[in-house]
Protein backbone atom coordinates (compact mmCIF):
# COMPACT_ATOMS: atom_id res chain seq x y z
CA UNK A 1 0.00 0.00 0.00
CA UNK A 2 1.81 3.49 -1.00
CA UNK A 3 1.30 5.98 1.31
CA UNK A 4 2.70 9.52 1.71
CA UNK A 5 2.60 11.35 4.93
CA UNK A 6 3.32 15.11 5.45
CA UNK A 7 4.61 16.83 8.22
CA UNK A 8 6.07 20.20 9.84
CA UNK A 9 3.12 22.46 9.69
CA UNK A 10 1.99 24.67 11.80
CA UNK A 11 1.80 28.21 13.26
CA UNK A 12 4.39 30.51 12.57
CA UNK A 13 4.41 34.32 12.63
CA UNK A 14 5.08 36.27 9.26
CA UNK A 15 8.68 36.38 8.02
CA UNK A 16 9.01 33.31 9.80
CA UNK A 17 10.22 29.99 8.14
CA UNK A 18 9.21 26.37 7.93
CA UNK A 19 10.15 23.24 6.50
CA UNK A 20 7.61 20.51 5.35
CA UNK A 21 8.22 17.20 4.95
CA UNK A 22 6.46 14.36 2.72
CA UNK A 23 7.52 10.79 3.49
CA UNK A 24 6.70 8.13 1.11
CA UNK A 25 6.32 4.66 2.35
CA UNK A 26 4.47 1.03 0.82
CA UNK A 27 6.01 0.14 -2.77
CA UNK A 28 6.65 3.87 -3.64
CA UNK A 29 9.99 4.64 -4.02
CA UNK A 30 10.03 8.29 -5.20
CA UNK A 31 13.17 7.90 -7.28
CA UNK A 32 10.17 7.27 -10.33
CA UNK A 33 8.00 10.32 -9.65
CA UNK A 34 7.63 14.03 -10.34
CA UNK A 35 6.84 15.19 -7.37
CA UNK A 36 4.86 18.02 -5.92
CA UNK A 37 3.76 20.38 -3.02
CA UNK A 38 0.10 22.18 -3.27
CA UNK A 39 -2.12 24.30 -0.86
CA UNK A 40 -5.49 24.83 -0.17
CA UNK A 41 -6.09 28.19 1.25
CA UNK A 42 -9.20 29.18 3.64
CA UNK A 43 -12.17 29.31 0.45
CA UNK A 44 -10.00 28.61 -2.04
CA UNK A 45 -8.69 26.02 -4.82
CA UNK A 46 -6.10 23.56 -4.15
CA UNK A 47 -3.09 25.51 -6.35
CA UNK A 48 0.39 23.84 -7.32
CA UNK A 49 2.99 25.66 -5.04
CA UNK A 50 6.11 23.84 -6.19
CA UNK A 51 6.95 20.56 -8.54
CA UNK A 52 10.16 18.87 -8.68
CA UNK A 53 10.60 16.08 -11.48
CA UNK A 54 12.07 12.76 -11.18
CA UNK A 55 14.82 13.96 -13.29
CA UNK A 56 15.20 16.72 -10.29
CA UNK A 57 13.78 19.42 -12.75
CA UNK A 58 11.88 22.49 -10.67
CA UNK A 59 9.35 24.95 -10.95
CA UNK A 60 7.49 27.10 -8.61
CA UNK A 61 4.08 29.21 -8.43
CA UNK A 62 4.95 32.71 -9.06
CA UNK A 63 3.76 33.77 -5.49
CA UNK A 64 6.63 31.61 -4.07
CA UNK A 65 9.65 31.90 -6.06
CA UNK A 66 12.56 33.27 -4.55
CA UNK A 67 10.98 32.20 -1.38
CA UNK A 68 10.32 28.43 -1.21
CA UNK A 69 12.64 25.36 -2.19
CA UNK A 70 11.56 22.08 -2.92
CA UNK A 71 13.93 19.53 -2.69
CA UNK A 72 13.89 15.94 -2.81
CA UNK A 73 15.96 13.03 -1.28
CA UNK A 74 15.55 9.66 -3.22
CA UNK A 75 18.16 7.61 -0.69
CA UNK A 76 14.88 8.47 2.17
CA UNK A 77 11.89 8.26 -0.26
CA UNK A 78 11.65 11.97 0.82
CA UNK A 79 10.32 15.25 -0.39
CA UNK A 80 10.67 18.46 1.33
CA UNK A 81 9.62 22.23 1.20
CA UNK A 82 11.71 24.94 2.79
CA UNK A 83 9.56 27.98 2.91
CA UNK A 84 10.97 31.65 4.11
CA UNK A 85 10.21 34.92 4.38
CA UNK A 86 6.61 33.34 4.79
CA UNK A 87 3.24 35.45 4.29
CA UNK A 88 -0.69 35.58 5.86
CA UNK A 89 -1.31 34.62 2.24
CA UNK A 90 0.93 31.75 2.53
CA UNK A 91 -1.84 30.07 4.97
CA UNK A 92 -3.53 26.73 3.50
CA UNK A 93 -3.61 22.86 4.01
CA UNK A 94 -0.24 21.74 1.83
CA UNK A 95 -0.62 18.61 0.25
CA UNK A 96 2.60 16.47 -0.82
CA UNK A 97 1.71 14.46 -4.47
CA UNK A 98 3.55 11.90 -6.68
CA UNK A 99 2.77 10.96 -9.82
CA UNK A 100 3.93 7.67 -11.93
CA UNK A 101 1.52 6.40 -14.08
CA UNK A 102 -1.24 7.34 -11.45
CA UNK A 103 -0.84 9.77 -8.59
CA UNK A 104 -0.72 9.76 -4.74
CA UNK A 105 -1.98 12.51 -2.71
CA UNK A 106 -1.12 12.94 0.75
CA UNK A 107 -3.27 13.87 4.26
CA UNK A 108 -2.30 17.70 3.89
CA UNK A 109 -0.52 19.18 6.85
CA UNK A 110 -1.85 22.77 8.31
CA UNK A 111 0.44 26.21 7.73
CA UNK A 112 -0.85 29.37 9.31
CA UNK A 113 0.93 32.35 9.29
CA UNK A 114 -0.63 34.99 11.49
CA UNK A 115 0.78 37.04 14.03
Known amino acids: QV ?3 ESGGGLVQPGGSLRLSC ?3 GSMFI ?3 DMGWYRQGPGNERELVAAISSGGRTNYAESVKGRFTISRDNAKNALYLQMNSLKPEDTGVYY ?12 GTQVTVSS
Not at 96 to 107: L, S
Request: with cysteine.
Open 31 to 33: SLY
Open 23 to 25: AAS
Open 3 to 5: QLV
Open 96 to 107: CRGYYFREYWGQ
